[in-house]
C-alpha cells in the first residue's frame, strides 16, 4: 500500500540529498554500525571506482550486517582489483557501436543517448564504469550532434536516455531534448534507463512529472532495483508519480552473487516490484567488467533461478534472462535449464 498521496507530497530537495551523498567506503560502514576494519567487508578504502550513495539509499541497509545486500552492491572492496582474464573494459563493445558523441545506435529503431556520466549512486558492478564520459557525451553542445543523427534516419523511432544516469540532469537540460525533437516524424517512443527513482525517489518531483506528461510520444521508465529491500514505499510513491505522468514503469536487475542469486531472492523483488506497480522487464547476466568475477553467477545457476522464478510467480512478472553480446542484433534471452542442452545455446 502506498500510504502518503503521490501528488501533493511533500519531497525534499533532491539537489542537496545528492550533494549531501556518502563518497567514502568508511564512511558508509560507520552509519551502518560496522567497524572498517572488518575483515568480512573486505574494504578498499581507496577504490578506482569512487563509492557514492545517497542516505536515502544507505538507509534501507540493515546496519551492522556486513552482508547486506544493498552494500554489496556499493561498497568498493579489494577483490575488484583482481581482473578475470575474460574481463574488459567494454564487454558489451558500445563503443564499436557508436555513432557520434555519446550516441549508440546497436538495435534496430532504438537509438540510446548517454546523456551524462554522473549517477547518484555507483554500482560496483557497473558495466559503463570505465566508459569515457569525458569524450561520450551526448549531451555537450546542447544535443546538437544527436539530434542530427536521430533527425537524418527515418528508423529510428525510439530514443533511449541512459547514461550514467540522465535523472541526473535537470529536468530543463532534458526539456530542451525534448523540444529540440518534437519536429521528428520518425519518433514514436522514447524511455529513460534510470536507478534515480531507485536510490533518490524524491527526484521524481512536479517539474519532472509536468515534463513527461508533456511529452507527445510513448514514454517508458526503465528502473533498476535488484533486490526487494531497495524498493521500499519511497520508491512505491515515486513509481506511482511517474505513473501519474502517464509513463509505463518497468525494472531491470542485474544478478549478482551474494545479492540476489536466489529464487526466494528473484520472487521477493517480482512481489515487491508488483507491489509498487512496476513490471519485470530484463534480468541480465552480468557483462564480464574488469574486477567484477566476484559477482559473476554461473549460467547454470541462472537458468535454475529462473525457473524458479516461473513456478513460483505469474508469468507477467518473471523477467526475461538475457545476457548482452556484442555484435547480436538484440539482447540475447538466455534459454530454460531443461531446453538448454535441445536448443544447442553455446553459453
Ligand atoms: C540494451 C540496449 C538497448 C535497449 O534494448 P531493448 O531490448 O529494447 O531494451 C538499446 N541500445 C543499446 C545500445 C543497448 O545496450
Ligand atoms: S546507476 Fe546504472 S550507470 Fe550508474 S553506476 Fe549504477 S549501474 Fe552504472
Not at 547476466?285 to 535454475?304: E, K, N, S
Not at 538475457?322 to 547480436?328: A, L, Y
Request: glycine content about 6%; some cysteine.
Amino acid at each position: 500500500m502506498i500510504a502518503a498521496p503521490p501528488i501533493g507530497e511533500k519531497l525534499r530537495d533532491w539537489k542537496q540529498q545528492w550533494r549531501a551523498a556518502i563518497t567514502s567506503g568508511s564512511a558508509l560502514c560507520t552509519r551502518l554500525n560496522l567497524d572498517p576494519a572488518d575483515p568480512r567487508l573486505g574494504l578498499d578504502a581507496q577504490p578506482d571506482f569512487p563509492v557514492r550513495v545517497p542516505e536515502s539509499f544507505a538507509r534501507r541497509m540493515r546496519p551492522g550486517d556486513p552482508d547486506d545486500p544493498l552494500l554489496r552492491q556499493v561498497l568498493g572492496r579489494s577483490e575488484e582489483r583482481l581482473v578475470a582474464n575474460h574481463e574488459r573494459a567494454d564487454p558489451t563493445a558500445d563503443l564499436s557501436m557508436r555513432r557520434a558523441a555519446g550516441v549508440l545506435h546497436k538495435y534496430a529503431g532504438r537509438v540510446l543517448l548517454l546523456a551524462t556520466g554522473a549517477c547518484a549512486v555507483h554500482c560496483r558492478y557497473c558495466f559503463r564504469k570505465n566508459f569515457p564520459y569525458d569524450s561520450e557525451l551526448a549531451a555537450r553542445h546542447d544535443w546538437r550532434e544527436a539530434i542530427a543523427l536521430i533527425k537524418a534516419d527515418p528508423s529510428v523511432n525510439e530514443v533511449i536516455l541512459s547514461g550514467g544516469d540522465p535523472l541526473s540532469l535537470d529536468t530543463d537540460k532534458l526539456a530542451r531534448l525534448t523540444t529540440a525533437l518534437y519536429d521528428v516524424p520518425h519518433l514514436r517512443r522514447i524511455r529513460l534507463h534510470t536507478r534515480v527513482p531507485v536510490v533518490l525517489p524524491d527526484r521524481v518531483d512536479g517539474a519532472l512529472q509536468s515534463w513527461l506528461h508533456g511529452l507527445p510520444w510513448r514514454v517508458t521508465l526503465v528502473l533498476h532495483a535488484n533486490h526487494a529491500n531497495e524498493v521500499d514505499h519511497s520508491v512505491a510513491a515515486a513509481a506511482a508519480r511517474l505513473r501519474l505522468s502517464g509513463a509505463t514503469v518497468l525494472n531491470q536487475a542485474v544478478l549478482l552473487r551474494g545479492v540476489n542469486d536466489s529464487v526466494a531472492a528473484q520472487v521477493a523483488l517480482s512481489e515487491a516490484l508488483d507491489r509498487a506497480a512496476v513490471l519485470p522487464y530484463y534480468l541480465h547476466l552480468l557483462d564480464p567488467v574488469l574486477g567484477t568475477a566476484h559477482f559473476a553467477v554461473d549460467d547454470q545457476v541462472a537458468r535454475a533461478v529462473h525457473d524458479g522464478m516461473k513456478a513460483a510467480l505469474p508469468g507477467f512478472l518473471v523477467p526475461r534472462l538475457v545476457r548482452e553480446i556484442p555484435g547480436e542484433s538484440s539482447k540475447t534471452w538466455v534459454a530454460a535449464a531443461h531446453t538448454s542442452a535441445t536448443h544447442g545455446d553455446s553459453h
